[in-house]
Every structure is written in structure tokens, then in C-alpha cells.
């Protein structure tokens, strides 16, 4: 089993829906929970970082930590054609210095159409 | 501000030709790092550089080397390449402290055959 699980989808959406992306682990170490949007050949870029548990948000975009479950999310309102990307969680054990390692999911590839 | 950039874009090599990629960012960052992805495999970590002067074995090491040349190079050299390296390779850098974002370049598309 990895260490971190992440449906790879596609998943197809029509435009204006809430969009659900989520990603398990197993680690219990991981502090750091992070989430990147990597559009077509291009390379992956941070959309959302959170520490612990709890939520985040930031405008259209809703981050979610549960540790108890081991369960992160990402929630999309009012989705776009442009939002349509791969999505990767990543997440960390922390650790000072530059020895800093995350551990990425597969990626889910979202489709959203108008 | 580039960020980080990589070259080349693409590049086709034939089995067991040598072929070095190059990254550099200009953030002034500590830390930098080598990816490669694969259809269903997520993002790999190769090998990274914590800081200039170190380097160090990420998941998938075998079949690459590589040179932290200075604070904002950090280049990826594939020996004798083999079919099993075709991918996308990415680079990417963080500041090093205190932070966890990492930057990612643009990609090297690699085939080899």
C-alpha cells in the first residue's frame, strides 16, 4: 500500500458544480498537507497549504485536514472549464532544514465542461 | 523572475547514449530537487540537493547522477540511457526554511529508444 492514496479519475464535472478531490495516507507523521494543480504539460503549481488539521479557504478553493481519519480534501465551488487540471495532494512529516521531503499522490484528473 | 527553467523541452535519445538536463531558478533558493513523472505513478523523487554542496538519493536513483554546480544549478545526467527512462522530468526548489512550497520548472519531455 502507498503512502499516500489518490483516485486518478477523470473525473467530469459540469460547470458550476462543487468539485470534491480527496486524498488518504497512512503515515501519521505527516503535519503538512499541500495541494497542487498541474495543468496540461506543464509542471505542477501550489494551490493550497495547510498545517494540521482543520480548514483553509481561499476564494473558490476549500482545504480539509482530518489526522483522525487520515483523510484530506479538496473542495472546488462553482467549478470552471478552467479548472480543469490534475490535482496532487502532497504531504510532509515537516522537518527543519532543507531536508524537506513530501510525499505526492498519483493525481486525480479533473474535467470540467461547459 | 524566471523561476525555475529547464532545458531542453524535449529530447529523443537512442539506448545508451548519455544526455545531461539542466535546471536553474533564480529565487536565491537552498533547497532543489528531481522529479520524474509517469502515467499512474505520481511524482518520483530522483535525487535532491539541500543545500549547495550536498546531494542525496531520492526513491528512484538508479541509472542517474547528479551536480548541485552552484546555489542555482542543479543538473540531472542520465549515463546510459535506457527505454525505462522515458518520462517527464521535472525539477524543482524551495526556499529551505520554514516554508514547504516547492517551485516546479517547466518539464523535460524525454523518449528514449
Known amino acids: 500500500q502507498k503512502e499516500v492514496e489518490q483516485d486518478p479519475g477523470p473525473l467530469s464535472v459540469p460547470e458550476g458544480a462543487i468539485v470534491s478531490l480527496n486524498c488518504t495516507y497512512s503515515?501519521?507523521?505527516?503535519?503538512?498537507f499541500m495541494w497542487y494543480r498541474q495543468y496540461s504539460r506543464k509542471g505542477p503549481e501550489l494551490l493550497m497549504y495547510?498545517?494540521?488539521?482543520g480548514n483553509k479557504e481561499d476564494g473558490r478553493f476549500t482545504a480539509q485536514v482530518d489526522k483522525s481519519s487520515k483523510y484530506i480534501s479538496l473542495f472546488i465551488r462553482d467549478s470552471q472549464p478552467s479548472d480543469s487540471a490534475t490535482y496532487l495532494c502532497?504531504?510532509?512529516?515537516?522537518?527543519?532544514?532543507?531536508?524537506?521531503?513530501?510525499?505526492f499522490g498519483r493525481g486525480t484528473s479533473l474535467i470540467v465542461h461547459p | 523572475n524566471a523561476g525555475v527553467t529547464q532545458t531542453p523541452k524535449f529530447q529523443v535519445l537512442k539506448t545508451g547514449q548519455s544526455m545531461t538536463l539542466q535546471c536553474a531558478q533564480d529565487?536565491?533558493?537552498?533547497?532543489m530537487y528531481w522529479y520524474r513523472q509517469d502515467p499512474g505513478m505520481g511524482l518520483r523523487l530522483i535525487y535532491y540537493?539541500?543545500?549547495?554542496?550536498?546531494?542525496d538519493k531520492g526513491e528512484v536513483p538508479n541509472g542517474y547522477n547528479v551536480s548541485r554546480l552552484n546555489k542555482r544549478e542543479f543538473s540531472l545526467r542520465l549515463e546510459s540511457a535506457a527505454p525505462s527512462q522515458t518520462s517527464v522530468y521535472f525539477c524543482?526548489?524551495?526556499?529551505?526554511?520554514?516554508?514547504?512550497?516547492?517551485?516546479f520548472g517547466p518539464g523535460t519531455r524525454l523518449t528514449v529508444t
Open positions: 540537493s539541500a543545500s549547495e554542496g550536498t546531494t
Open positions: 495547510t498545517y494540521s488539521s
Open positions: 502532497a504531504m510532509s512529516g515537516g522537518g527543519s532544514g532543507g531536508s524537506y521531503i513530501p510525499t
Open positions: 529565487m536565491n533558493h537552498n533547497s
Open positions: 503515515n501519521s507523521a505527516f503535519q503538512y
Open positions: 524543482a526548489s524551495r526556499r529551505g526554511t520554514e516554508t514547504y512550497e516547492q517551485y
